[in-house]
């Protein structure tokens, strides 16, 4: 059941935010004197672990208005898989990173049916701690 409440809630949370973000590129479009973009690359270790979380994610971000998914490197037993996202409109790397967590950890809870309360953690701790080990 948590699952289905967390699934609708993330629809929403992806609806409002392809709003939002059409409405950022539209309303820096018709600004006059002000910079339209700040354009930047972040790199973001993900907690998300099985191929369906990381693609689901991708896809999230890709279709979010301003972010776009440019690369994926997969992890390995120690390192978790990172994405580098072009974002065009925050104002720093970390406010970048506090918005993608943000979506990261609303996923996880429709997926895994609680959010992770930590940073990312490597693939081994992560099966520790879901004892699939």
Known sequence: MM???HGISYLFYIGWAILTGSATIVG?????GQEYAR???VEVPLRCVTDMEVAMFASSIT?????????IASGTST???VLFVHALFEESEESA???LYDMESRLLAMTRGRAP???AKSVTEL???EGRE
């Open 63 to 71: 279709i979010t208005p301003g972010t776009l998914v440019t690369a």
């Open 127 to 129: 099966e520790q701690e």
């Open 39 to 41: 354009p930047m690359i």
């Open 97 to 99: 990173l506090e918005g």
């Open 3 to 5: 699952h289905l409440i």
């Open 117 to 119: 309360s930590t940073a």
């Open 79 to 81: 390192q978790p898989p």
């Open 28 to 32: 820096r479009l018709f600004l006059p």
